[in-house]
C-alpha cells in the first residue's frame, strides 16, 4: 500500500520569508515517482515536479527547491523569498510500482502575507 | 496548446439523480484519470483509462463508472447521487504510460441537495 504524509495542515509566513513543506512517503515498491502540485482557488491542480526513485538528485527551479532522501523517505518543498502568489494549497503525491494512479496527501494550505 | 477541459464547470443535482461529467484531454494524451476531492477525504483516485480501456479502478461503490472514447475523451458517471458525492471532480490526462505527470482540468463541481 501506498501513503503520503503532510504533517503540516497549514503555513502562514510573510512575503519575502523561505518555507518547506514536508512530504514523507510510504512504498514497498522500488520503482516509484513522486510529485508536487500546487491547487489555486480556481481548483486546477498546478504540476510542479517529478522525481523517480533512482535519482536523488536535489533540484531548483528558481525560488522552488525540492530535497529528495530516500533515506528518510522525504520529498521536502522549500520556496525561497515567497510572494503573496505562492499562495496556495500544495499537494504531494506518489505513483508507485505498475500502479497508474496517484495518491496525495491531504495537502497543506500555504498563505503569504503582504 | 489546450489544457484538459471539464464540462460542465458546476452544477447542482438533487438526491437519487445521475449525472455525467465530461473531459478533453490535452492533444496526444491517450491517458485519462479521474479524481474526486472533498474536504474531509481529500483527493482520492476514481478510475484511469489508456486507449479506451480501464487500466485501474478506486475504491469507490458501482455507482461510479466512466469510459474513453477512440479521441481520448472520457465521460464519467455518477447514479444515484448521494449527499456525499458533493465534491470537486478533476479529470488529468497524461502522455506516458505510468511514468509521466498528470496535467489537470479546473474540475467539475458538483453539489447534491
Not at chain 1, 64 to 69: E, G
Not at chain 2, 83 to 111: I, K, N
Request: glycine share 8%.
Amino acid at each position: 500500500a501506498q501513503k503520503v504524509t503532510q504533517a503540516q495542515t497549514e503555513i502562514s509566513v510573510v512575503e519575502k520569508e523561505d518555507v518547506t513543506l514536508d512530504c514523507v512517503y510510504e512504498t514497498r515498491d522500488t520503482t516509484y515517482y513522486l510529485f508536487w502540485y500546487k491547487q489555486p482557488p480556481s481548483g486546477e491542480l498546478v504540476f510542479l515536479i517529478r522525481r523517480n526513485s533512482f535519482d536523488e538528485q536535489n533540484e531548483i527551479s528558481g525560488r522552488y527547491s525540492w530535497n529528495f532522501q530516500k533515506s528518510t523517505s522525504s520529498f521536502n518543498f522549500t520556496i525561497t523569498a515567497s510572494q503573496v502568489v505562492d499562495s496556495a494549497v500544495y499537494f504531494c503525491a506518489l505513483r508507485s510500482g505498475s500502479n497508474y494512479k496517484l495518491t496525495f496527501g491531504k495537502g497543506t494550505l500555504l498563505t503569504v502575507n503582504p | 496548446k489546450a489544457g484538459v477541459t471539464q464540462t460542465p464547470r458546476y452544477l447542482i443535482k438533487t438526491r437519487g439523480q445521475q449525472v455525467t461529467l465530461s473531459c478533453s484531454p490535452i492533444s496526444g494524451h491517450r491517458s485519462v484519470s479521474w479524481y474526486q476531492q472533498t474536504p474531509g477525504q481529500g483527493l482520492q483516485f476514481l478510475f484511469e483509462y489508456f486507449s479506451e480501456t480501464q487500466r485501474n479502478k478506486g475504491n469507490f461503490p458501482g455507482r461510479f463508472s466512466g469510459r474513453q472514447f477512440s479521441n481520448s475523451r472520457s465521460e464519467m458517471n455518477v447514479s444515484t447521487l448521494e449527499l456525499g458525492d458533493s465534491a470537486l471532480y478533476l479529470c488529468a490526462s497524461s502522455t506516458e504510460q505510468g511514468t509521466g505527470e498528470l496535467f489537470f482540468g479546473e474540475g467539475s463541481r458538483l453539489t447534491v441537495l
